[in-house]
């Protein structure tokens, strides 16, 4: 079925740069793409890069870098201690997040690691604006339990709340009356909120919530995962920060909180790295002498020097306001051609994603089936494109009963990529999905033939319930 493209005038978002190099890609039949997820157990992360046309996976670790980043590449300093690259990172990091201290880590878990063994005891509470899995899993991990306390409007997939990431003051308040400022080692605060769809905090949210918790002397340690999307969001959105530059708001999220925790291969522009930021010389001194443990020395953390200098250079373009403009503009462009061709979408479409909310696309399949799960392999069979389930799968059993956690959301994401795909790759996945929701019918549940007990989305297969395939001719 041909798109439907809109005849209103628009001034659009196109990107600042412009190809230098490409990167061929196979094409697949469907017969392949059968066979394949067939092999994968019905689970996207098990298929083969080569076997996927558009990669929606993830925006993780998948930009594609400047020339600028190129060339820093080449003056990495690829020194045990001491790199010169190191310096310059944890200066940019000074300038543009506004900590004090730099953890260089391998990637975003490996801060997440270390912060948790360092903050939380068993029998401790980590309140937070969602649960991210690896966010949560090392708060388990460390003996901690996580509790949800973001706004009810995250968890309705429709809706036109401009900040659903946003934490509820009154759900905070009631985990402290109720534990106590003792039994809670210091508060997660996303921005944006992935789990959520991507959906961001407001300013106002920020400084209210790091209010509570300071005056009742619980740290803030934020996930600055996505905080520059986060910052295009409140540019946009909120009154008063029209006329602010993008640093000068991810400036002021951070300047509430305690320190972050950071996967560099979401905002930052690069393919691997992260970081931990502190403020506090003690924890800071607590945390390098744990880095060097689990990671690498204080001065690469787990990243080579000239990865290092990548983050350096895509930390300064990320909080451009031309490229951020583009990149959310490519995600809303894609939520525009779904929403119009009345696919139901999380909204207002999130920063890094458009997640499809797969119950409402297929009603006929149940909870104990896996809508999302089913609806992503069903979209790789149709057109090669690679999407992910966030819904029942990714939320794993609870650590203590064993049973299944209910997912509030049940869906698919389709990440992009920054600086990767084009808008015809989007046209492309848009008509895959248009095409299967006319057809939803024959898309089929799936069940569990193999479930890993940690994380279990990223190796756990499946096989179609009643049928030979997820999507019938
Ligand atoms: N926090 C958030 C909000 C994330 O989205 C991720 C990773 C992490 C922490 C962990 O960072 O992967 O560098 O260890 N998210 C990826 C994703 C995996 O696909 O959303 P990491």
């Known amino acids: ?161 401009p900040f659903k990431g946003n934490v509820d003051q009154e759900k905070l308040k009631k985990v402290i009356e109720e534990y106590g400022a003792d039994r809670i080692p210091y508060m997660c605060l996303h921005t944006t909120v992935n789990m959520a769809g991507g959906q961001p905090v407001s300013m106002q949210n920020i400084r209210e919530t790091t209010e509570m918790c300071h005056a009742r002397g619980i740290p803030v340690y934020l996930d600055a995962t996505r905080a520059v999307e986060n910052a295009y969001f409140i540019k946009k959105r909120e009154p008063g920060f029209e ?55 204080h001065t690469y953390g787990g990243m080579a020097g000239r990865d290092m200098e990548a983050m350096a250079q895509g930390i300064e373009e990320s909080v451009s306001y031309d490229h951020m403009h583009a990149r959310i503009g490519q995600v809303e462009y894609l939520g525009e051609l779904l929403s119009d061709n009345g696919i139901p979408i999380v909204t207002p479409v999130g920063g890094h994603g458009v997640f499809v909310d797969a119950r409402a696309f297929l009603p006929h399949v149940p909870a104990n089936q896996f809508p999302a799960q089913s609806l992503a392999a069903a979209l790789y069979v149709d057109s090669g494109v690679r999407g992910m389930e966030r819904g029942a799968v990714s939320a794993g059993r609870d650590p203590t009963t064993g049973e299944n956690r209910i997912a509030k959301l049940e869906l698919v994401r389709l990440t992009l990529p920054r600086r990767v795909y084009t808008q015809a790759h989007m046209d492309v996945t848009a008509e895959s999905i248009v095409e299967l929701h006319h057809k939803r019918e024959k898309i089929h549940g799936l069940k569990f033939t193999y479930e890993p007990k940690l994380l279990r989305f990223f190796q756990a297969r499946f096989e179609p319930v009643d049928s030979q395939r997820v999507l019938d001719d």
Not at 38 to 50: C, I, P, Q, R, V
């Open 1 to 161: 079925m041909p798109m439907k493209y809109r005849a209103r005038s628009r001034r659009s978002w196109a990107e600042p740069f412009k190809i230098k190099m490409v990167e061929p890609l196979e094409m697949t039949t469907r017969e392949q793409r059968e066979s394949a997820i067939d092999e994968a157990g019905y689970n996207t992360f098990l298929l083969k890069s080569d076997e996927v046309y558009i990669d929606l996976l993830t925006d993780s670790g998948t930009n594609a870098m400047s020339d600028r980043q190129w060339a820093g590449m080449m003056s990495g300093d690829e020194a045990y201690a001491g790199s010169r690259n190191f310096y310059r990172l944890e200066q940019t990091v000074r300038d543009y997040y506004g900590f004090k201290h730099l953890i260089p880590t391998h990637q975003g878990r490996g801060a997440e690691h270390i912060l948790s063994q360092l903050l939380i005891t068993p029998g401790t509470v980590v309140p937070g604006n969602m649960y991210f899995t690896t966010t949560r899993a090392h708060q388990e991990l460390a003996g901690g339990t996580f509790i949800d306390i973001i706004c009810d409007q995250a968890h309705d997939p429709a809706g036109d709340h």
């Open 243 to 297: 006329d602010k530059s993008l640093a000068e708001i991810l400036k002021e999220i951070c300047s509430y909180t305690d320190g972050c925790t950071m996967s560099g291969k979401k905002d930052c522009l690069v393919n691997i790295g992260g970081f931990l930021a502190l403020n506090d010389d003690d924890l800071a001194e607590r945390a390098k002498n744990l880095v060097v443990l689990y990671e690498g020395l």
